[in-house]
């Protein structure tokens, strides 16, 4: 079955610093990988996508992730954190089956 | 704005009863998605919809149901509620239901939190 993994549930940044965001997946074949940010009492806006093209994906507010399939990672990675980025973070992998698996979130927090 | 729309997004309700949660898909998606969003569990996959159909089912209680109109809105009905059917509840829709090991993003509505008292 696939999964994620999101290996930390919470990471502190100060603003300007770079942030990394780390997530493992658990897949049989080639996955599709998502990355969602949550912003406090908003809903889920999707940041990036892999589907098999290129391995360093771009996605939104400067935000990047690059698959490595020896190390079964997918983290997300922005060279300056911004106040705004403050949110919480979703891995999120392509079940099959018409269906998206999420994993357990980690909350950034970006202090001054 | 990701052009999905949820109604309410506040409930407050007491145990036993019965609600319904709507939500309208993106101009243009066919599918459908509801997802619930709870502390100890996390996000978890409710249901699937396609263009009318149910594709695919998650951890859906069998006391609650869905269905898709044809006019592609679609609604959540939450049954004889218990204290922990509390939680947000999240519809998101896409173009396609995806296809075989192929993935397909969703885009998310704000959410209906619902409390249940």
């Known amino acids: 079955a696939q999964s994620v993994t999101q290996l930390d549930s919470h990471v502190s940044v100060s603003e300007g610093t770079p942030v990394l965001l780390r997530c493992n997946y658990s897949?049989?074949?080639?996955?599709?990988l998502f990355w969602y940010v949550q912003h406090p009492n908003k809903g889920l806006q999707l940041l990036l996508k892999y589907t098999s093209a290129a391995t360093l994906v771009k996605g939104i507010n400067g935000f990047e992730a690059e698959f490595k399939k020896s190390e079964t990672s997918f983290h997300l990675t922005k060279p300056s954190a911004h106040m705004s980025d403050a949110a919480e973070y979703f891995c999120v992998v392509w079940a099959g089956f018409q269906k998206l698996v999420f994993g357990t979130g980690t909350r950034l927090l970006v202090s001054p | 704005d990701s052009g999905v729309t949820q109604t309410p997004k506040h409930l407050i309700t007491a145990t036993g009863q019965r609600v319904t949660l709507r939500c309208s898909p993106r101009?243009?998606?066919?599918?459908v998605y509801w997802y619930q969003q709870s502390l100890d569990q996390g996000l978890q996959f409710l249901i699937q919809y396609y263009n009318g159909e149910e594709r695919a089912k998650g951890n859906i209680l069998e006391r609650f149901s869905a269905q898709q109109f044809p006019d592609l809105h679609s609604e959540l009905n939450l049954s004889s509620l218990e204290l922990g059917d509390s939680a947000l509840y999240f519809c998101?829709?896409?173009?396609?239901?995806?296809?075989?090991?192929?993935?397909?993003?969703?885009?998310f509505g704000q959410g209906t939190r619902l409390t249940v008292v």
């Open positions: 998101a829709s896409s173009q396609s239901p995806g296809t075989g090991n192929q993935g397909t993003e969703a885009f």
């Open positions: 897949s049989s074949y080639s996955p599709s």
């Open positions: 101009s243009g998606d066919l599918s």
